[in-house]
């Protein structure tokens, strides 16, 4: 039986996993047979939140849309077991170029139409505006997200990439005009990187928006696997992300480290279960290659730190800090 815990995803969204799985591997990294593999076992440990946009699969080789495409394929016959989120807003390319800006009704009523296809399914759990387009105004976007959702295309709206007083204009916005608002938003965050303590999180408790954090384990930086002197693994993130590696990166892995020795824990543990701590997270979404990978990352968030844990944490990274 798995001992995955769930909470609400901000005030009035849908009830997730503590622990979400990240779709940006599926189709770009993971063939088919693999991404099968990575969601059934996120489903054998009480994972009920995967996350992916229309954009995802467009490296490494394969096509934007391939991530939706295989995981609709992959959670077939379990769709009513999952919370399904997708993400629309970045460019699509050509195809896509004549229908305007990316967070105009004509652009999301097309944007929509293609990912419930590649899904294969009737409705999204969570559709999220990936950046805001510079362009649009918010009342918008959020006009034409409220239409889908009254239509049942779409359960709950999101946003991503979207600063704090951004995220507060588009709360007030919604409750002005009785549109649907943002439950959730998604942000960079990881135990190397707390900035979005300084302004995002307080906003996301002022308004009851749900954080998603992606890069929870700062691009594999905070799973163990990288060591001061070697070289990265062949293949992973950061054999060809540049710029994560420097040593005040490492001197606080380390720190971490040790941190984690003390306490009876893993890296890994520290890293999703410091952010898992935090009211106002919702779900720490995690990628994952294999389905090893995604079982460790589930079984991370089992760790529930206590006042006195939190603290000495906060004394290695400062609230606030960005180490990478």
């Known amino acids: 039986m798995s001992g995955m815990r769930y ?3 901000g005030r009035d969204g849908p009830l997730v996993s503590v ?11 993971l063939d088919e047979d693999g991404t099968k593999a990575v969601v059934h076992a996120a489903l054998d440990a009480g994972i009920t939140l995967f996350d992916t946009a229309d954009t995802y699969g467009a490296y490494g080789g394969g096509d934007a849309g391939d991530s939706e ?27 896509y170029g004549e229908l305007g800006p990316r967070g ?11 990912s419930l296809r590649r899904l294969g399914t009737d409705r999204i759990d969570l559709y999220q505006y990936h950046e805001p387009d510079g362009v649009t105004p918010l009342a918008d976007t959020l006009e034409a997200l409220s239409e889908l959702v009254a239509e049942g295309k779409v359960r709950y709206v999101g946003c991503s990439n979207m600063p704090a007083w951004m995220l507060a204009d588009a709360a007030w916005q919604a409750r002005w005009d009785r549109r649907a608002p943002f439950v959730s938003t998604q942000a960079r965050y990881h135990l190397l990187d707390r900035g979005a303590e300084q302004e995002l999180i307080p906003a996301c408790a002022a308004f009851g928006v749900g954080l998603l954090p992606y890069y929870p384990i700062a691009n594999g930086l905070l799973s163990g ?47 999703v279960g410091g952010l898992a701590a ?3 997270v919702g779900s720490v ?27 000495a944490l906060d004394h290695i990274v400062p609230p606030g800090e960005r180490v990478v």
Not at 285 to 311: F, R, S
Request: hydrophobic fraction near 40%; charge should be positive.
């Open 225 to 271: 696997k990288y060591r001061r002197g070697e070289p990265p693994p062949p293949g992973s993130r950061l054999s060809w992300r540049h710029g994560w590696l420097t040593e005040q990166a490492l001197d606080r892995v380390e720190t971490l480290t040790a941190y984690a020795a003390e306490r009876g824990l893993t890296l890994l543990q520290v890293a």
């Open 285 to 311: 979404i995690c990628g994952a290659m294999t389905p090893e990978q995604v079982t460790a990352n589930a079984a991370a968030a089992g760790w529930t730190p206590d006042a006195a844990d939190l603290a």
């Open 278 to 280: 935090l009211p106002q």
């Open 19 to 29: 622990v979400g799985v990240g779709g940006n591997n599926f189709g770009s990294r």
């Open 69 to 95: 495409r295989l995981l609709g394929a992959a959670l077939k016959g379990h769709r009513d077991e999952v919370v399904l989120a997708t993400k629309f807003g970045m460019s699509m390319g050509a195809a």
């Open 104 to 114: 105009a009704r004509r652009y999301l009523r097309h944007a929509v139409e293609e």
């Open 7 to 9: 909470r609400r995803l």
